[in-house]
Nanobody, 123 residues
Framework: QVQLVESGGGLVQAGGSLTLSCIAS????????VGWFRQAPGKGREFVGV????????YYAESLKGRFTISRDNDKSTAFLRADSLKPDDTAIYYC????????????????WGQGTQVTVAS
């Protein structure tokens, strides 16, 4: 099982961009798909997108498609979430998670989670 740590969050102005990193430790990162989720204040956790083990396949929440891009570098055991054209509604804690068995939109399918990184978008 892998352990995950997110970084790169912070305060950004509306319309700006941010790239979050998810660094894995432990064995086998390249065999896991990596999903990104977010949780806004007072709301449940929301699926953002996922990338498969090789990086060849990505899938995004329909409402976020076109503004969010997921990539990975297996040599560095790191996955990335780039967010463009940020809006105040994107303010949330962003989490990465690893899933060994599948590429999934469901948080219950993920085996390991990071602690989250706060993204705040100012209007």
């Amino acid at each position: 099982q892998v352990q995950l740590v997110e970084s790169g969050g912070g305060l950004v102005q509306a319309g700006g961009s941010l790239t979050l990193s998810c660094i894995a430790s432990g064995r086998g990162f390249s065999t896991y798909s990596v999903g990104w989720f977010r949780q806004a204040p007072g709301k449940g956790r929301e699926f953002v997108g996922v990338i498969n083990w090789s990086g060849e396949t990505t899938y995004y929440a329909e409402s976020l498609k076109g503004r969010f891009t997921i990539s990975r570098d297996n040599d560095k055991s790191t996955a990335f979430l780039r967010a463009d054209s940020l809006k105040p509604d994107d303010t949330a804690i962003y989490y990465c998670a690893a899933d060994w068995a599948s590429i999934s939109t469901k948080e219950g399918d993920y085996d390991s989670w990071g602690q989250g990184t706060q993204v705040t978008v100012a209007s």
